[in-house]
């Protein structure tokens, strides 16, 4: 399992949040105190899985290991995340998208008699003005990861326009189709895919086709439509999910399109619904981690990441962590980008 944990400004806040959580042992009597390893056999369903989160990131936090494997967080997935049982190769994002909706949806209980809502609300900087719900109360996911989109129908019939505010924790973009045809190595003429391509693609008018036809309240009936996408609000960590799998007939087919993103300076203020309440900087961002998948198909092939620290990148590979340079990572053909808030003067390199 790599298990890249995001440092610097914002993700460093979401690390701390889960560290700082008073410790929860889940077994009385002659068991308490010892550490746990839950396994998919175990008839026990009392199962923490921040418990095990905040146990993994205070562990590699200690500094005192050369290598940390987190096996009780791994049997943890397998308890309460079914789908992820067994060693085959699984989807990175469907993983990291599971993780923090499962993530969410525990932090909005009780713990140790103390609401999580409350310890949330003692920190100042996640006040209730910068967190988005989804699926109930707010927590320290939906404050550093949470957006928010305004999905924008319009009927072509009648012109009758429906709005609806969607919250979301990930953009999932595609790939232009012109993008992705193969070339060979030795040719490099032809365009360029930028992550400009994939946002423009994202949040550009589109008409509904045949299959997704509108119910038009004023019609009364299915309509052809357009659809337009709009941030309504950004997320303080911006991450951006590129489709690389796709199916076609009776396979998942990868898009191995090289993308190019920035590694500072990422403007999204072109997308926003009211830009003009945005100021220079506050819809900038910068690179902090790049996921990428290695092989030709999503139940095969193999994971990396690259993760900034301290000024420095490095390419996470299972057991083994190496120094890199920005011109290895930009070379990158990314899976997941995450992008956190531009904290000083804007750099050159906009997207």
């Given at each position: ?9 914002r ?28 396994t ?19 562990a ?9 494997s ?5 049997y ?13 190769q ?5 993983f ?66 429906s ?49 997704e036809?509108y ?80 092989g ?7 994971y ?48």
């Amino acid at each position: 399992m790599n298990l890249v944990l995001l440092e610097g400004g914002r993700e460093l806040q979401f690390c701390c949040y889960f560290k700082e959580l008073p410790a929860v042992e889940l077994r009385n009597g002659k068991t308490a105190g010892r550490r746990t390893y839950h396994t998919r056999s175990q008839g026990d369903n009392n199962v923490s899985l921040v418990e095990e989160f905040r146990k993994t990131l205070c562990a590699l936090w200690q500094g005192s290991q050369t290598a940390f494997s987190p096996e009780s967080l791994f049997y943890v997935v397998w308890k309460i995340m079914p789908n992820f049982r067994g060693y085959q190769q699984q989807d990175a994002h469907e993983f990291m998208r599971y993780l923090l909706d499962h993530l969410h949806l525990e932090l909005q209980g009780g713990f140790n008699g103390v609401s999580r809502s409350a310890i949330l609300q003692e920190n100042s900087t996640l006040s209730a003005s910068n967190k988005c719900c989804i699926n109930g109360a707010s927590t320290v996911v939906t404050a550093i990861f949470g957006g928010i989109l305004q999905n924008e129908v319009n009927c072509l019939i009648c012109g009758t326009e429906s709005r609806k505010f969607d919250p979301f924790l990930d953009l999932s973009l595609d790939i232009p189709s012109q993008f992705r045809s193969k070339r060979s190595k030795n040719q490099e003429n032809g365009p360029v895919c930028s992550l400009r391509d994939c946002l423009r693609s994202f949040t550009d008018l589109e008409e509904l086709d045949e299959t997704e036809l509108y119910m038009c309240h004023k019609c009364k009936k299915k309509q052809k439509s357009t659809k337009k996408f709009w941030i309504q609000k950004l997320p303080k960590v911006l991450c951006l999910h590129l489709k690389r799998f796709h199916w076609t007939a009776y396979l998942r087919n990868k898009v191995d399109t090289y993308v190019e993103f920035p590694l500072r300076g990422l403007d999204m203020k072109c997308y926003l619904l009211e830009p003009e309440n945005s100021g220079p900087e506050s819809c900038l961002y910068d690179l902090a981690a790049v996921v990428v998948h290695h092989g030709s198909g999503v139940g095969s092939g193999h994971y990396t990441a690259y993760a900034t620290h301290e000024g420095r990148w490095f390419h996470f590979n299972d057991s083994t962590v190496t120094l890199t340079d920005e011109e290895t990572v930009v070379k990158a053909k990314a899976y997941i980008l995450f992008y956190v808030e531009h904290q000083a003067k804007a750099g050159s390199d906009k997207l």
